[in-house]
């Protein structure tokens, strides 16, 4: 069922960025050049003059003031700091500063000590610091050695570039941290409820379709600006089908478009793609980037979780029904705690609850109170992010630093998700494991458990087919090589087929189920993070910034999931509505009403339309909670139908398009790419059940499996998301690696293959093929010159190998491999990776 991406080999002559993409395949430069060849000679520039170029080739790095830096720092580094560093580093409460070094604010570290500077931000081998760590040299801390994996984080910190938010000169005398203002904490935008507002009044009345469109044009005129032209009909239609349903429109779907692009036939367009069992698969996706959705367990016993796939199938199967987003959200963190009428909505609600159980978990962590309370870190990290935008892990250790978060008020929900069960084996002394609950047969179930046995009974037959052949063969002395060629068959096949026993899905089906603990209690502050060290009992409870009343849970007889759960779809909460709105937004659009799409803290980004994000969250609720409804809002405006021609002016007035005067260019996400091209091959299986024993190489890459640490060569190249952590946005890189990959890998081979045959069949006139081709994987037709490039690179001959003479000898053009050369290279092209 995996996708298998190859290896390219390189040579040490490329790039660094090609030379270091991880893959298993070798590189044919000879058919490389000639496919890097047709690239050359058939595909204009995808982008005209007139558009803003791309992005040249980029490699991702940590600033030290990204988002995700100053997380690393403020959750692994600061604690580490200030448990074997600060005491004799800092300037704190009048203290001497040893060795002239203060390692209590960026400003110290940045200044040095006695000996000189102590990092070197990207370096760890030329840092002081990581050498006096290592006891390399200097020996620091002296009063003994880290443990190797708190070197390995300082090491890390300084290869994401040191990043640090503290503020203050190396000489500062650290002031001692103020009670959190809650009344004052209150005033930030984000966390005061949302309100609707009324659209506002326009020059231009008759640009606007929507409401969005007026608070859009309105911010617009303010900055003198205009939006930008519409999208071509064609180009809307790819963009909104790419969108919604992550495919591309099919040539049946563009020609009926094209023949009538009205008003009317675009709304029947967008429901009929609402509409397709498509949508949930593509959006689906979106929502298990932010549930770090994956099919092993990671860390440092990467175990299979053989049912992961029941959650990811439930979150495709929310979507497309448009269960309301309230109700997924509490189903996904008390669904065991919520009444069933029938078995049915039981197993649904339980296997909902393995959105608490699929991150990842230190499963041998031996102090398993350690690990429980990891456990716990990483479900308030994921919940505070996924749902509400913020960095609630930020206060384990301490009171968050930049948000109004007390300790107590993490360790109040901690409280909460220690009361909760999700691990077995917390009293064994080694390998802890997840808990899994039985659920009632289901069809799905039946048929997974029979489409093993079929598998296995097929195994078996050639098993003994095999065994019987190889009597035969040792009988008949004259063919000893058949014996060794069966007795190899022979093995493989007894592999097989004790890999099928071993995975042999249980005669009922469970379910990676959270469960209340047989004890419910409050938790205690560990003070530091250190769960030796213990402070107060918290009372199980909310965040209080965020509460206009009493914030403690009320039935001491549960743990608080269901009233957490409760209180965070609160019509009057001030996160939870604005968070998916711009999230949702987000994918429409290309880029957030708010940049930072998990952080809506003070430090993340403001909302470039405030009003706008708060009308649409309030209108988000009133409808039921519905994506679909909201989806349809968005793509339905003037505002997503806006090419994404440049303007020089507006560039120099808004170089971030965050006033959205034209749309923006998307990157197509890793599975699209791949979804796409075998879905112009005919190749794609749309009617994939998503059970385990039934995908295949052809499922939409949607049910792969997802093995944490050890990602396919495919998604690391195109940008995956980080199965293991939140992911509202995925990096968005245009390197040449991912050319490279389309160029090489054996799958995009035989599938262009497959499309060329198709086109040849459909379009056996050269001219014909060539503008079959563009309109199938651009949405476009082919301009004059590239066609007239494509239709001479058709006819152009092959030369062969030298002969025994020395001299070439012209060979007749291989038709077949010229047009699968040619497809390649529109698949391969930066146009077709983006949208326009």
């Known amino acids: ?239 909104v089908t790419y969108d919604l349903i992550g495919l591309p429109p099919t040539p049946e779907e563009q020609a009926a478009f094209l023949a009538d692009p009205s008003a009317a036939a675009r709304a029947l367009v967008i429901d009929r793609l609402l509409a397709s069992p498509q949508f949930g698969v593509h959006w689906g996706r979106h929502w298990l980037d932010v549930a770090r959705y994956a099919d092993s367990n990671g860390g440092d016993f990467n175990a299979q979780y053989p049912n992961a796939w029941r959650y990811r199938n439930y979150v495709v199967e929310s979507l497309n029904g448009d269960k309301p987003y309230d109700r997924f959200l509490v189903e996904q963190i008390a669904g065991d705690l919520l009444p069933a009428e029938a078995e049915a909505e039981r197993a649904e609600q339980l296997i909902a609850t393995t959105f608490l159980t699929v991150g990842p978990k230190m499963l ?163 003070i530091r993070g250190e769960i030796a060290h213990r402070g107060d009992k918290i009372p199980r409870g909310y965040l209080r910034v965020l509460s206009t009343g009493d914030s403690r849970i009320h039935d001491s007889s549960q743990s608080g999931r269901l009233e957490l759960a409760r209180w965070l779809v609160r019509p009057d909460h001030p996160l939870t509505a604005r968070v998916m709105v711009n999230r949702v937004w987000r994918h429409v659009f290309g880029e957030g009403l708010v940049a930072t799409v998990d952080n809506f803290g003070r430090n993340g980004a403001e909302s470039s339309h405030p009003e706008l994000l708060d009308t649409l969250a309030v209108r988000f609720v009133e409808s039921g909670w519905s994506v679909k409804q909201l989806v349809r809002t968005l793509v339905s405006s003037h505002a997503y139908a806006q090419s994404t021609r440049f303007d020089d002016r507006a560039f120099r007035r808004d170089p971030g398009n965050a006033l959205l005067w034209r749309a923006h260019r998307k990157r197509l996400p890793a599975e699209s790419i791949r979804d796409g091209f075998l879905a112009m091959a005919g190749c794609l299986d749309l009617h994939d059940s998503g059970l385990p024993a039934t995908g295949g190489e052809r499922s939409r890459t949607l049910f792969s499996p997802i093995v944490r640490n050890e990602l396919s060569a495919f998604f690391t190249v195109f940008d995956f998301a980080d199965p293991e952590v939140t992911t509202g946005r995925r990096s968005e890189t245009n390197v040449p690696a991912q050319a490279l990959y389309l160029l090489n890998d054996p799958l995009v081979r035989t599938e262009t293959a497959h499309i060329a045959e198709r086109l040849a069949e459909q379009s056996p006139d050269t001219a014909k093929f060539v503008d079959a081709a563009y309109q199938l994987i651009l949405c476009r037709p082919a301009t004059a010159a590239e066609a007239a490039r494509a239709s001479a690179f058709l006819k152009r001959p092959t030369v062969e190998k030298a002969t025994s003479g020395g001299k070439p000898k012209a060979a007749k053009p291989t038709d077949a491999a010229r047009r699968q050369q040619l497809v390649q290279a529109l698949v391969a092209s930066t146009e077709f990776r983006l949208l326009d």
């Open 364 to 526: 041998s962590e031996r102090d398993k109170e350690k690990l429980a309370m990891d456990v716990v870190d990483e479900q308030i990290d994921t919940i505070g992010k996924a749902v509400m935008g913020l960095t609630l892990g930020c206060a384990r250790c301490h009171d968050h630093k930049f948000d109004p978060i007390p300790t107590s008020d993490y360790y109040a929900l901690a409280g909460i998700f220690r009361s909760t069960v999700v691990l077995e084996g917390e009293s064994q002394q080694y390998v802890s494991t997840w808990k899994e609950t039985p659920l009632a047969m289901t069809p799905e179930h039946a048929a997974l458990v029979a489409a093993h046995r079929r598998r296995v009974d097929e195994v078996q037959k050639k098993l003994a087919e095999a065994k019987q052949s190889l009597t035969a063969a040792e009988a008949d002395e004259g063919d000893p090589q058949k014996a060794k060629r069966l007795s190899a068959e022979i093995a493989d096949l007894e592999k097989d087929l004790a890999d099928l026993t071993k995975r042999a899905p249980p005669p009922t089906p469970t379910a990676m189920a959270a469960r209340e603990a047989p004890e419910i209690d409050d938790c205690r502050i560990c």
């Open 1 to 239: 069922m995996a996708f298998r991406a190859p290896r390219p080999v390189l040579p040490h002559s490329a790039p660094r960025c090609a030379r270091e993409l991880r893959g298993r395949c070798v590189v044919s430069w000879a058919w490389a050049g000639a496919v890097v060849v047709a690239v050359c000679l058939i595909t204009s520039s995808p982008l005209s003059a007139a558009e803003a170029p791309v992005a040249p080739a980029t490699v991702r790095q940590t600033p030290k003031d990204h988002p995700a830096g100053i997380e690393f720092f403020e959750k692994q580094v600061r604690p580490l700091l200030a448990k074997h560093c600060l005491e004799c580093h800092s300037t704190a409460e009048g203290r001497t500063v040893k060795g002239g070094l203060a390692l209590d604010s960026r400003a110290g570290w940045t200044a040095g000590g006695d000996s000189g500077a102590v990092i070197v931000p990207g370096d760890p081998d030329a840092s002081l610091l990581i050498e006096a760590v290592r006891y390399d040299g200097y020996e620091m801390p002296p009063t003994g050695k880290l443990s190797a994996e708190e070197i390995a984080v300082f090491e890390r910190w300084v290869k994401l570039g040191a990043p640090d938010p503290r503020e203050g000169s190396a000489g500062t005398i650290a002031a001692k941290p103020a009670a959190v203002d809650l009344e004052e904490a209150r005033r930030f935008w984000s966390f005061q409820t949302p309100r609707k507002h009324r659209p506002p009044q326009t020059k231009n009345t008759t640009w606007p379709i929507t409401d969005v469109d007026r608070f859009i044009l309105a911010k617009l005129e303010a900055a003198d600006l205009a939006p930008a032209p519409d999208a071509e009909p064609a180009a809307w239609l790819r963009r």
